[in-house]
């Protein structure tokens, strides 16, 4: 069999449309290995999955808005409660109760919204401001009981493996560092940190948004080397692991989130996507990944852990910074 030539390897890099020349760029915080080749013809929406829209019955039919809350398992704790209010009753503003269906031992549900909201990007800031006071107590009752690691991360949309249209995240506790997270630990080390350096040398035209607070700022930016087309990093600019110890940054990081999901529904469409937290204990500098799911991860991305991406970071900030919210 012919040996392809290095002409060839060079234009086969993933690229099925044509476009300026790929390159490989190495994701700092993972080491994950992308090739950003950018498609002139085609957007990415226009091959992507939108969210589904809302089908009838939806409401009735919906366990997570208020005056259905005996259609879940009882309620852990809930937040921003009437006064004199019972438990598995309606007049809450954030719920969360455990998950029907868990993998893990321990797998809680935080409802985001008493009523039927389907995206983060409808959620105003008091309210998430209450999510992370929710994340928060979940990560003192896990402390307490002796997990170290807990992972929170929102799947929004069912192409994004959302079961509920109603929004809400999940917290999953665990025992020991995930792997996705042990590989970047090591990375963002106090005095080497990857996530530092990064934030340090953005270049200005990727952040999107940012907020001030006494305890420090948080900043929203297209990811200079996201897997997928418009993913977005947010993180404080200072270095500091554990994001369940300042509960107004991480009110302010799910402020921003939503405001990158307004601005990439505004841009594309409703969008699905997934939206975790990268948390470290002991050193590391936690951070919200939001990868929008408007490409389908296939062999290449799966098998080989190459992630090819078809739409250049400033492209996607630029796009990102022209929707009129
Ligand atoms: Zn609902
Ligand atoms: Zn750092
Ligand atoms: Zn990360």
Known sequence: MARSSPREETKGAGVEGRGPNPRIVSDPLSGREVI???????????????LQPEASGEVEACPFCEGHERETP???????????RQPDTPGWKVRVVPNLYPAFDRQHVVIHEPTHTRSLGEI????????????????????????????AFINEGRDAGASRPHSHSQLVWLNRL??????????????????????????PTLKLAERELDEGTVSLAVSPTGRAPYELLIAPSDHLPDAFGNTELLAAALALAAEGVRRLNAAEGPSPF?????????????H???????????????????????????????RLRGTLL
Do not use: M
């Open 288 to 318: 919200l990944e939001l990868v929008p799911r408007l490409n389908v991860f296939a062999g290449i991305e799966l098998g080989a852990g190459i992630f090819v991406n078809t739409l250049e970071p400033d492209e996607a900030a630029t």
């Open 178 to 203: 995930s792997p996705e997270i042990a590989v970047e630990a090591p990375r963002l080390q106090q005095g080497s940190c990857a996530l530092c350096a990064l934030l340090g040398d953005l270049d």
């Open 74 to 84: 009882p309620e852990l704790f809930a937040l921003g409660d009437d006064k004199d």
């Open 274 to 286: 997934n939206l975790w937290l990268h948390n470290f204990q002991a050193d590391g500098h936690w």
């Open 124 to 151: 105003a800031d008091d309210q998430l401001a209450l999510v992370a006071g929710a994340w928060t107590e979940i990560a003192e009752r896990a402390w307490a009981q002796g997990f170290d690691h807990l992972f």
């Open 36 to 50: 950003v080749a950018p498609r002139r013809a085609k957007r990415p929406g226009s091959y992507g999955v939108p």
